[in-house]
């Protein structure tokens, strides 16, 4: 995976040897830094320079720091910009004020530049991991999925890469409407928290990739179990959030989006690919999530709720060929 770029601290400070001195240590620490002198200068840097974070001096000259945190909170573009404020000596109405103005954190001069640092790394953590969940389900993204399974792959932990999708989701959409479609997502992403738990699955890590999409990374010896109380647990909520009458025909009837003629598509069920370490050794956490799409792709061409495992390996078993496996009732 690409080398991760080093975060920019933007330091806000009227006193430049106080700057100076944080600065240097925060690049020791990994980070990239740049300076102001004022209000002025933030707004510049901040628009010019983008950066991950901003240490605001609460006195600063032209536009304080309170003011300043005010002005970027009000802002689309900067709106979600991490703001920690510096302070000689704050009282607690103070700090309220600032915490109120939109700040994440407020810390008081003087001030230990290792708590600083560590400040720093917490909010930026905390800012990219809200970035990167799912608004829809609160579960972690792409980019945190990645770096997961990286750190997987780097230890050499030997992992199962289960990648799931909803089958026949577009009839849902068509026919129940986006919020419907909205409330299998959520269904979804509850029944593969429900799974992992039900196979005493740990460790592991649960993902929502986007859309229908999730991911569940745990032990080899876990994923069969896992993605079989996977599909009986999503089975049961498909029967509660289709109509009565759809589940009691089994199948939801819509117009094709090209001809226009009704047709049927079978009640959501899922396809999941799993890519298994111990069959394969991945150099990246690109290839694994290569090989666990493919196989998604082979399931999805059969009916029903279906699991693909990789060629030469299958749970208890090994076999010559992609194995598939379903537990649709």
Known sequence: MPAATPELVLIADNDPEIAEFLAARLRADGFDTALARDG??????????????????????????????????????????????LGAQPSSADKIAGLKAGADDYIAKPFDPAEVSAR??????????????????????????????????????????????????????????FVRGDE????????????????????????????DDFTILCLPDHAE??????????????????????????????????????????LPTLSTGVALSTVRRFADAYEAVAEATTLKSVAKSHPGN?????EGRAPGRTNRRPVFWTNER
């Open 225 to 266: 179990a896992v993605t079989g109380f996977l599909n009986d647990h999503f089975a049961r909520r498909v029967r509660q959030l289709c109509e009565p009458r759809d589940v009691e025909r089994g199948y939801i009837e819509h117009a094709d989006r090209t001809s226009r003629r009704l047709t049927r598509s079978r």
């Open 184 to 211: 299998f997502i959520r269904a979804l992403a509850e029944c593969v928290y429900a799974a992992a738990g039900d196979a005493g699955a740990a460790p592991v890590f649960l993902g929502h990739v986007g859309g």
């Open 40 to 85: 002025y200068q933030a707004l510049a840097g901040i628009a010019l320079r983008r950066p991950g974070i901003v240490l605001l001096e609460a006195d600063l000259p032209f536009i304080d720091g309170l003011a300043l945190t005010r002005q970027l909170r009000a802002d689309p573009a900067t709106a979600s910009l991490p703001i920690i404020l």
């Open 120 to 177: 720093i790394d917490s909010a930026i953590r905390r800012h990219r991991e809200v970035r990167e969940s799912s608004p829809l389900t609160g579960m972690p993204g792409n980019d945190r999925i990645l770096r997961e399974l990286q750190s997987w792959i780097k230890r050499g932990d030997p992992f199962a890469l289960c990648y799931i999708d909803i089958d026949q989701f577009k009839a849902v959409n068509d026919v129940y409407g």
């Open 306 to 310: 279906y699991v693909a495992f990789p």
